[in-house]
Structure formats: structure tokens, C-alpha cells
């Protein structure tokens, strides 16, 4: 049971770096979403090391390059291109808490399972590992094509 010992590591060690709120019911997508880049960009800086030389390079080539694609566009165009990335990027956090509760619940599961012998837990394992496969959750991100 190699995938489930991967998996509770990646919701060990990793996944637990980043911790997603929920939307409240008054709080709108946009307003949603600036909150949550806010919560991964302070997660992301504590776990930041020292950066490299090429590290810096790149970064600043990349802000070149959006301030001058940016220059080029008209304000109507910047607006529907921030909608449209707000939108992705609220579609992906709902993928990415969709995932993250089937992986913690798989854990628990997983976890639980421990206390029975060997034969009746193989058949349990086995149906975890059906039930999560058949997930629309999981079904979602799974069946996507790759751009």
C-alpha cells in the first residue's frame, strides 16, 4: 500500500503548509479569491529560501514581459483578462479543497483500518481506493486534458 503511505505524506508534510478558507455566503468570488492568493503568498514567502541569482533573473524577466504585454492592452481588455484569471483561479481553488478533503478523508480511513487483520483490510483498502477513484471530485481533476 504504497500510494496510501504517499499520500498521507503529501498530506503531511506539504499540504499542510497551505490552508484554504471557505467563501462565507456574503463574501463575493473576486473578493474570495484576493483573500485566498493573499493566504498562499504569506505561505509562500515563509517557506521561500534564499534565492538565486537565475532565481531573480527570471522573475525579472517575467515582470518585464508582463509590463509590456500590459502596456499594449486597453483598460477594458486588462479588466475582462483579470476576470477571466479570477475566475480560473476560483475554479482551481475549488479543485484543489475538492482534492484535499478526499486525501484527508482517505487518511482517517486509512488510519482506521489498521485495527483489522490483513484479509478484511485488503478488501477495505481496495474499496477506499474505488470509492475515491469514482469521486466526481477526483473524477474532475482526472479527466482533464492537459492544454
Known amino acids: 500500500m ?3 503511505k504517499d499520500v498521507i505524506r503529501l498530506e503531511t508534510q506539504y499540504w499542510s503548509l497551505v490552508e484554504i478558507p471557505r467563501q462565507e455566503k ?3 468570488v473576486p473578493a474570495f479569491v484576493l483573500r485566498a492568493c493573499a493566504i498562499m503568498e504569506k505561505t509562500q514567502k515563509s517557506g521561500e529560501g534564499v534565492k538565486t541569482s537565475s532565481k531573480l533573473a527570471e522573475e525579472a524577466a517575467d515582470r518585464r514581459e508582463r509590463i509590456e504585454r500590459l502596456s499594449d492592452m486597453t483598460t477594458s481588455q486588462i479588466e475582462a483578462e483579470n476576470t477571466q484569471m479570477t475566475n480560473d483561479l476560483y475554479r482551481l481553488l475549488k479543485k484543489y479543497t475538492g482534492l484535499r478533503n478526499l486525501i484527508r478523508e482517505l487518511k482517517s480511513e486509512y488510519v482506521s483500518s489498521k485495527v483489522y487483520p490483513m484479509f478484511p ?7 477506499m481506493i474505488k470509492d475515491i477513484m469514482h469521486d466526481p471530485d477526483y473524477m ?3 479527466h482533464e486534458v492537459d492544454p
Open 121 to 127: 483490510r485488503y478488501t477495505m483498502l481496495k474499496d
Open 2 to 4: 504504497v500510494i496510501h
Open 26 to 28: 456574503a463574501e463575493t
Open 140 to 142: 474532475e481533476v482526472c
